[in-house]
């Protein structure tokens, strides 16, 4: 048995005359896949101290966790030093064939396990080079390549459809919720003062300010420059750091964040009651979750605390599902977009019986646990799917393409 340099070189070129070339980093390689992250633009840039590729050469992420980072280059450009540059050597290995090779099991296991560092370890061309590999001829390389370019091809498609299946599910589920949000199937009429989101609305439902309804607050962020007031920090505060997990949570149970009784004392902040639905005025526009302990928030948000009349958790339906496209329509600013506190002030709802807003809010939540099964069951068969496409690759490279399905 071989050693891969035997087979690939790992020429180190750097760019230095100052042209523009287009430059691939880590983030831009999907893990494991062999390919660059969907929709990603590639940018032009001089760089003296990136590394050169050429058609036909494979990019090897050799820093764990990205030694799945791997991509075949199809032109000439520059990229970061953390990507091995792999050159075939002419006449010996198929390109392609050596980008398949870097997917194997064994590959990813020997690059783990020559992996050195404590906080980011990392393989060298010295340890991948010495990869023990039983070559093929070449014109076999080629059938592999042929039918793994063809199977990968069609796995990658079946994914896509779950993909688009998923998004499709999460689309009837958010209609689903906004159509019980704003009455569901009872009886209607064209309510006079009616916001234009809301549409007809059944008879025995009323038209309500929010603020009449709710107390509108919101936080603030102590100074950054007053370093004593972010010691001992223990009371949770929400912030934009919460932001992106407001899009799959009802409650906030924890927050990225902590703030302190100093800082809370010095600023104009403090501490809101559980139940509190708070609501992201400020760059992810209309995020928004329900307070599950008291906690305080910064500026960015608009808290209201719910009187008798208002179910928290139905005025967060409001917010997440029918309201969404209203928000968009008060949003200002060149830069950062954002919904100012007097819009706030003015926000209708439409105001069914508690009894009702309680019931809708268990329908609502039944729904969303549909789509939470069905997209979990989807993520189980793309994992399935692509545990195939990754045990086929290594089959068809390390052991050759007899007895694969469609291989006669």
């Known amino acids: 048995m071989t050693r891969l340099k035997a087979f690939v070189s790992n020429p180190v070129e750097r760019s230095t005359d100052g042209v523009a070339l287009p430059f691939v980093a880590l983030e831009h390689i999907e893990s494991r896949l062999g390919r660059l992250v969907a929709g990603v633009e590639i940018e032009r840039r001089v ?116 993909r688009n299946l998923q998004l499709l599910i999460t689309e009837q589920s958010h209609g689903k919720q906004a159509w019980l949000a ?46 004593e007031l972010w010691d001992d ?69 608009a808290d209201w605390v719910c009187g008798p009349s208002l179910e928290p958790r139905y005025l967060w339906l409001l917010f997440r599902t029918a309201m969404q496209s209203h928000f968009s329509s008060l949003t200002d600013g060149a830069t950062l977009r954002t919904i100012g506190m007097p819009d706030m002030r003015q926000l209708r709802i439409p105001l069914p019986p508690i009894d009702e807003q309680r019931a809708i809010v268990r329908v609502a939540s039944s729904v969303r646990r549909w789509e939470a099964d069905l997209r979990q069951e989807l993520d189980r068969q793309i994992s399935l799917l692509r545990e195939h496409r990754d045990s086929m690759i290594t089959h068809a490279v390390i052991q050759g393409i007899d007895g694969l399905p469609g291989v006669t």
């Open 47 to 162: 760089d003296d101290a990136a590394v050169v590729h050429h058609p036909g050469d494979v990019r090897f992420g050799k820093l764990r966790p990205y030694l799945g980072k791997s991509l075949y280059m199809r032109d000439h450009g520059h990229g970061s030093g953390e990507l091995l540059v792999l050159r075939p050597r002419l006449a010996t290995i198929n390109g392609r064939f050596l980008h398949y090779l870097t997917l194997t099991k064994p590959f990813l296991d020997w690059a783990s396990a020559t992996a050195y560092g404590v906080k980011m370890p990392r393989t060298t061309w010295d340890s991948i080079g010495s990869f023990p590999i039983d070559l093929p001829p070449i014109e076999d390389q080629t059938q592999v390549v042929d039918y793994l370019d063809s199977e990968t091809a069609h796995i990658e498609a079946l994914i896509q459809e779950l």
């Open 182 to 227: 704003l009455g569901g199937d009872l009886p209607r009429v064209a309510m006079q003062g009616s916001e234009p989101w809301m549409g007809p609305l059944p008879t025995h439902w009323r038209i309500a300010k929010l603020k009449h309804e709710a107390r509108l607050e919101s936080g603030h962020t102590p100074s950054r420059s007053r370093l």
């Open 233 to 301: 920090c223990s009371i949770p505060w929400v912030s934009l750091n919460d932001v992106t997990a407001m899009a799959s949570i009802e409650f906030i149970e924890s927050t990225a964040n902590l703030i302190s009784e100093a800082g809370l004392a010095a600023s104009s902040a403090r501490v809101l009651p559980a139940g509190t639905v708070v609501l992201s005025r400020d760059a992810t526009i209309g995020r928004t979750a329900v307070l599950a302990a008291p906690m305080a928030t910064s500026q960015h948000f």
